[in-house]
Antibody
């Protein structure tokens, strides 16, 4: 059974950093691109970015709203994807989801809440 | 403002059919056959319902179907059931020049 479990969310002050983890199981993690999404309270889904599999160079793409502040990485030996978030802003407050895939997203984690507030 | 335009709400009675539209541009919906649809119940993670415009993942009932014409994609749910009441989001690949993945603002489906 495919499972994705996010962790690392919490309350953080504006300007600070936070790193989210997505631990995967039930599939060959290294074979897949992994993506991150977020959903602000009461709002719709927003794509954050994705990381390709090593077979496709392991490169990353980001939404304009987070480019230069957020970094996605992966550790295939541990089946974990990371979302490093720097220079956080209040508008980054959201539930963050990790998903499998890059053009459609067939498995989603349960999400982790990030609250950016002073 | 979302990149893809969906109606804010639709409704139907049990057993009826409803269609949710998703309008984009030739740079996203119209340019690629990479439209997907997600169902989200309150407080839950989204669930993939349709991918590549009209393909259904294993386990999704065949009451759910997808199509596309030009820059508009559609999700049709036939034989409405109470458990179909949820938010539905469309999504499209948009190429890597500006933004890779774009979403609609979501449609609230109410089963009357």
């Amino acid at each position: 059974e495919v499972q994705l479990v996010e962790s690392g969310g919490g309350l953080v002050q504006p300007g600070r950093s936070l790193r989210l983890s997505c631990t995967a199981s039930g599939f060959t993690f290294g074979d897949y691109a992994m993506s991150w999404f977020r959903q602000a309270p009461g709002k719709g889904l927003e794509w954050v970015g994705f990381i390709r599999s090593k077979a496709y160079g392991g490169t990353t793409e980001y939404a304009a709203s987070v480019k230069g502040r957020f970094t996605i990485s992966r550790d295939d030996s541990k089946s974990i994807a990371y979302l490093q978030m720097n220079s956080l802003k209040t508008e980054d407050t959201a539930v963050y989801y990790c998903t499998r895939g890059s053009r459609y997203f067939d498995y989603w984690g349960q999400g982790t809440l990030v609250t950016v507030s002073s | 403002q979302s990149a893809l335009t969906q109606p804010r709400s639709v409704s139907g009675s049990p057993g009826q059919s409803v269609t949710i539209s998703c309008t984009g541009t030739s740079s996203d919906v119209g340019g690629y056959n990479y439209v997907s649809w997600y169902q989200q119940h309150p407080g839950k993670a989204p669930k993939l319902m349709i991918y590549d415009v009209s393909k259904r993942p294993s386990g999704v009932p065949d009451r759910f179907s997808g199509s596309k014409s030009g820059n508009t994609a559609s999700l049709t749910i036939s034989g409405l059931q109470a458990e179909d009441e949820a938010d539905y989001y469309c999504c499209s690949y948009a190429g890597s020049y500006t933004l890779d993945v774009v979403f609609g603002g979501g449609t609230k489906l109410t089963v009357l």
